[in-house]
Nanobody, 125 residues
Framework: QVQLVESGGALVPPGGSLRLSCALSGFTLDRYAIGWFRQAPGKEGEGVACIRSTDGSQYYTDSVRGRFTISRDNAKNTGFLQMNSLKPEDTAVYYC??????????????????WGQGTQVTVSS
């Protein structure tokens, strides 16, 4: 059974940093693309970052490029999202997702078929 479990969400002040983790089980991470998505209250979900399985290529939405870094540790079957210089508009529930298309680089929700339960990130003073 495929399972993804996020952790690391918290309340942080503007300018702070967080590192989200996504522990995966039931499948081998190195055959899957990994994405991070978020949904703020009253807004549609949006793709934040994606990392390709085959060569580690990364893709970011414009609003987080240069502040967020997506990574993966295939040996530990874990994905990560390092978030720096956080802003109040980054407040959302963050989800990790997996796609069985190792060459995929996408921020589109329908391209991912396995999802975690989400972790809350709140940026506020």
């Amino acid at each position: 059974q495929v399972q993804l479990v996020e952790s690391g969400g918290a309340l942080v002040p503007p300018g702070g940093s967080l590192r989200l983790s996504c522990a995966l089980s039931g499948f081998t991470l190195d055959r899957y693309a990994i994405g991070w998505f978020r949904q703020a209250p009253g807004k549609e979900g949006e793709g934040v970052a994606c990392i390709r399985s085959t060569d580690g290529s990364q893709y970011y939405t414009d609003s987080v490029r240069g502040r967020f870094t997506i990574s993966r540790d295939n040996a530990k079957n874990t994905g990560f999202l390092q978030m720096n210089s956080l802003k109040p508009e980054d407040t959302a529930v963050y989800y990790c997702a997996a796609s069985p298309r190792p060459k995929l680089v996408s921020l589109k929700i329908p391209d991912f078929n396995s999802w975690g339960q989400g972790t809350q990130v709140t940026v506020s003073s």
